[in-house]
């Protein structure tokens, strides 16, 4: 049996223009070291796997294309942060 791989959080990096999910704290890319902006939700899906890495969307993508795999849907809260951003437009 393959062993289960920790996964990792999608986020935004900050250097990235645009809107950013009230309650985001600053965080690190695993793979480039970039700034990324870790939501409130994407802190409870880490409390809840601590070894899932946070990686920003460019090294995220580059890592799904190498070592396959997939984007899991969103969680109920993720939709909650994506609707308050929707409403605000």
């Known amino acids: 049996m393959k062993p289960k791989v920790p996964g990792c959080i999608v986020c935004m990096p900050v250097s990235s223009p645009g809107y950013v999910v009230p309650g985001s ?37 580059a890592k799904l294309e190498t070592e396959g795999g997939e984007f899991m849907d969103f969680n109920p809260d993720q939709l909650e942060e994506i609707q308050q951003f929707r409403n605000r437009n």
Do not use: E, H
């Open 25 to 61: 704290l600053m965080a690190t890319c695993d793979s480039c070291f970039k700034g990324v902006w870790l939501a409130p939700s994407s802190l409870l899906v880490r409390r809840d796997n601590p070894g899932a890495l946070i990686m920003c969307i460019k090294c995220a993508v």
